[in-house]
């Protein structure tokens, strides 16, 4: 297989940076799927990946959706998995794992072996325990062709609580970026970008250039454009000229193209798909006009 960065960029270059999360929230999937359920989460998400195939490169789901509905919901979650394989797009889960030793080595055999049974390219980990917990994923996905996806500078409210703290004169995600050097050298692919990513916030443009700087060949995985408030110009802020745009990760969008406008009153499922399709590639649009350089 080939390099988990090579995929992602050649994803991007076809499609553009637009990454479309896979976020069931309770209470918000159409009653024309089947509801809050886990028959309807799964009906929803087949839909989405549908919508998504052709138009975006990459989706994101977010697990913890799926495992509140228990063993039903990750059994709709493979189901979905599996199609956003058929569909050819590039899969990023985010389930924030972090853990020691075996756990950590679990984990990896959950979701980035070859035969793992919720299958992706790469998997968002935190990094908040330390290198040593970071190494499983790093070494699973060196053997395999995956991507490992590090928290940074996230772009909730809270995320200065801890990662904005000085520390020997500079942020806490800082020093975590630096640290990751050696782990971001090792899963470089052909294209000379790393399949290590890091999360950084479209909520802070200021960190993504700084990040930037200290990890100039990391990919990024930009959470907070679209409903959480941040515009294009903003979540691109960290990415680097190429030929004539700016490249180098993935902007998320998730509530703005799951549950836009009109798609929850929708009375059948092709005007749903309607309108969540236009959604995408309004999204998809404004951060292509946004990334042209």
């Not at 159409?30 to 809050?36: Q, R, S």
């Not at 989460?41 to 509905?69: D, Y």
């Not at 996806?149 to 975590?176: M, W, Y």
């Not at 990513?197 to 959470?223: C, H, I, K, S, W």
């Amino acid at each position: 297989m080939s390099a988990f960065a090579d995929r992602l960029i050649a994803a991007t270059d076809r499609h553009g940076p637009l990454c479309v999360g896979i976020d069931p929230h309770a209470g918000r999937i159409p009653a024309l799927f089947g509801g809050d359920t886990p028959e309807g989460v799964e009906r929803w998400g087949l839909a989405l990946v549908e919508a998504a195939k052709g138009r975006a490169g990459a989706v994101k789901p977010q697990i913890a959706f799926f495992e509140r509905h228990g063993w039903q919901g990750l059994r709709a979650l493979t189901r979905i998995l599996e199609a956003a394989r058929d569909a050819g797009l590039v899969v990023l889960m985010d389930a924030k794992r972090g853990d020691i030793g075996s756990t950590a080595e679990g984990y990896t055999a959950a979701f980035l072996a070859k035969d793992a049974p919720f299958p992706c390219d790469a998997l968002t980990v935190n990094p908040y325990m330390g290198l040593d917990t970071l190494e499983p994923h790093v070494r699973a996905a060196e053997d395999d062709g995956k991507g490992v996806i590090v928290l940074a500078r996230t772009s909730n409210p809270g995320s200065a609580d801890f990662q904005s703290k000085s520390l020997d004169g500079a942020p806490l995600f800082e020093r975590v970026v630096e640290a990751l050097a050696p782990m971001i050298d090792r899963l470089k692919g052909v294209c000379g970008w790393s399949g290590l990513m890091l999360v950084t916030g479209a909520t802070g443009p200021d960190e993504a250039r700084r990040l930037r700087m200290l990890a100039p060949d990391a990919l990024f995985l930009v959470p907070g454009y679209g409903a959480q408030g941040a515009g294009a110009a903003d979540a691109l802020a960290g990415f680097r000229p190429k030929d004539n745009r700016l490249a180098g990760g993935v902007v998320s969008a998730s509530r703005s193209v799951n549950f836009p406008p009109g798609a929850a009153e929708a009375t059948t499922i092709e005007d749903w798909q309607t309108i969540v399709t236009a959604a995408i590639n309004a999204a998809q649009a404004d951060l292509l006009a946004a990334s042209k350089v």
